[in-house]
Nanobody, 119 residues
Framework: QVQLVESGGGLVQAGGSLRLSCVAT?????????MGWYRQAPGKQREWVAT???????NYADFVKGRFTISRDNAKSTVYLQMNSLESEDTAVYYC????????????WGQGTQVTVSS
């Protein structure tokens, strides 16, 4: 099994920055996994924010391009989400995701960390 623990959330003013971290533990070779961040605002469905592949290729949702940066440190089994120029619309619970590769694909999720942006 894989366990994901997020940290770094909190309350920040609009225009501010936060860095989220997600540490992965358990039976996994971290560098093989595609890692991602998702978020869920109150009353809304969970939505994809960003992913980073095992080759460190990154992809972002349009609404965070130029403001958020995803990165990974395979030696620490950690994925990060640097969030700059935060807006009130970024308020949500942010979840870390680990996508186990073939031949036995499976998604693992963390418990989430709250990010609140005050305007």
């Amino acid at each position: 099994q894989v366990q994901l623990v997020e940290s770094g959330g909190g309350l920040v003013q609009a225009g501010g920055s936060l860095r989220l971290s997600c540490v992965a533990t358990g039976s996994m070779i971290f560098s093989f996994y595609t890692m991602g961040w998702y978020r869920q605002a109150p009353g809304k469905q969970r939505e994809w924010v960003a992913t980073i592949g095992s080759d460190s290729n990154t992809n972002y949702a349009d609404f965070v391009k130029g403001r958020f940066t995803i990165s990974r440190d395979n030696a620490k089994s950690t994925v990060y989400l640097q969030m700059n120029s935060l807006e009130s619309e970024d308020t949500a619970v942010y979840y870390c995701n680990a996508d186990r590769p073939r031949p036995d694909p499976f998604d693992f999720w963390g418990q989430g960390t709250q990010v609140t942006v005050s305007s």
